[in-house]
């Protein structure tokens, strides 16, 4: 019975050698393939279009990767919608740099890097509101699983994916 053990503890590598692939699949196969993209425009809906009134608003981008800083979210300038709809381009790329000091007075930099195939949240806020009181409004999308995309603001709705629109 012992010798029986003994071969049984031994193949137990051998065993688990054949879960690796299995594993390493799987995580191949649920990665993002986004690479990416450049030209996805953003079609934007005013909700706020009453009549044949519409009230000016900033259109703001989220990137997914947020740094912690005591000035409130980074965000993206989308553009001004002043009409019931509005096209942007949204960038492939965004940087976002954050200036310390160090405890031996030199100075310390880190760069926040966003690209269209993270995620990004969306909001909107009038003109004249600051940026530092900003916040996302609506679930994130990433920008290059697809063209085109079209979204309503203000609100909470979800941002879908749509024919490419002209800025």
Do not use: Y
């Not at 044949?52 to 997914?64: A, K, M, Q």
């Not at 900003?134 to 994130?140: L, Q, Y």
Request: aromatic share 8%; net charge positive.
């Amino acid at each position: 019975m012992t010798s029986l053990r003994n071969r049984s503890r031994a193949a137990a590598p051998f065993r688990s050698l054949q879960i690796v692939p299995l594993v390493l699949f799987a995580t191949i196969s649920c990665s993002s393939t986004n690479e990416p993209r450049s030209g996805v425009t953003l079609l934007v809906t005013n909700g706020t279009c009453q009549g044949g009134h519409c009230d000016s608003l900033r259109v703001l981008g989220f990137p997914s990767n947020q740094p912690l800083t005591p000035g409130g979210f980074w965000s993206l300038d989308l553009g001004l919608i002043t009409a019931s709809e509005a096209c942007f381009t949204l960038p492939r790329t965004a940087a976002f740099h954050v200036f310390g000091v160090r405890p031996d007075g030199t100075m310390d930099t880190t760069t926040f890097t966003w690209t269209s195939a993270k995620s990004l949240a969306l909001g909107a806020q009038p003109p004249s509101s600051s940026r530092f009181q900003a916040n996302p409004s609506t679930p994130a999308f990433v920008p290059a699983s697809a063209a085109g995309w079209q979204i309503t603001v203000p609100g909470g709705s979800q941002a879908t994916p749509s024919s490419v629109c002209t800025p």
